[in-house]
């Protein structure tokens, strides 16, 4: 089923892809600062899903076993709902968004306490087939940046 053959195209959806062809997948709430969960974002931003999974496996940050699972479920969608192929898939947009932060308290010196932030983040993974994204959203160096 393709994107113009929706009856009812939710608001996410509406926003990441509009009437292009491909998938997403969202993990929310995930315990990791968004600051670490972007260095690995950028590494794989605009590569193809096959490739872009083979740097995640051996990636030796523990948020790159979010982001490995997040690329397969979005492979996953474009291949049952929109009957894509899997290997033509691309990673068109990578959004880490900030969560809310739990506020915890740690015992210091004298009776005083200090505030500890543990930071949450939104993981966001858009696949899109390679003929669909547009260049500027390709990465045209090898290996990220």
Known sequence: MSAATRENVS???ARLLGD????F??????RVTPQKA?????????????EALAILQFAPQAVAS???????SAVANAVTTEGLDA???????LLVEEGPTMKRWRPRAKGSASRILKRTSHLTVVVQPSADVPQSR????KGGR
Do not use: H, P, W
């Open 66 to 72: 979010n982001f490995y699972k997040l690329v397969e």
């Open 11 to 13: 608001e996410r959806r």
């Open 20 to 23: 292009a062809a491909g998938a």
């Open 25 to 30: 997948a969202v993990a929310r709430f995930v």
């Open 138 to 141: 390709k990465n045209t160096k």
């Open 38 to 50: 972007r260095r690995v974002g950028d590494l794989v931003r605009g590569m193809d899903t096959q």
């Open 87 to 93: 290997s033509d898939l691309v990673i068109s947009t």
